[in-house]
């Protein structure tokens, strides 16, 4: 099996401004991971995954535990981080819906991974720090 800092090297000419370091890589997953920080982001993001467009109110119906106010923080930053899109619809109530934006949707395939590599580790699964 190889290591992980063997796999590390330099990314394909144009994807990267600099060469991709272990440190640098770390880094850039660490900001990465910095977007998706929330109790209740990933969530919203699995709700609107395959483009789906939800209101507010399916939004906060369908996320049990999920408070008005935290559900409005959470969509905020997500919005000003570029992964979802919003709408108000000049009605009366206003009507708001929210979905990804192509940068937000490129997320499913990366999460997808990272939910079959937890799933290889298992719940109760002893973990061998060997090679």
Same mark, same amino acid.
């Given at each position: ?5 063997? @796999? =590390?090297?330099?990314?394909? +000419?144009? *994807?990267?401004?600099? &060469? ?12 990465a ?13 699995f709700?609107?995954?395959?483009? @789906? =467009?939800?209101?507010?109110? +399916?939004? *906060?119906?369908?996320? &049990? ?43 499913c &395939? ?22």
């Amino acid at each position: 099996m190889a290591r992980t800092h063997e @796999k =590390v090297g330099y990314a394909p +000419e144009g *994807e990267y401004d600099e &060469p991709a370091t272990p440190e640098i890589a770390a880094e850039r997953v660490e900001q990465a991971l910095e977007l998706l920080k929330g109790r209740w982001k990933l969530v919203i993001l699995f709700r609107l995954f395959g483009g @789906k =467009v939800q209101r507010f109110s +399916e939004l *906060e119906r369908a996320i &049990p535990g999920i408070s008005q106010k935290m559900l409005i923080q959470q969509l905020r930053q997500m919005e000003r981080d570029g992964m979802i899109w919003r709408v108000t619809h000049p009605e009366v109530p206003p009507r708001v819906e929210y979905g990804l934006t192509e940068w937000g949707q490129s997320l499913c &395939p990366a999460l997808d991974t990272l939910l079959r590599w937890a799933a290889k580790r298992g719940a109760s699964s002893p973990v061998d720090p060997r090679p």
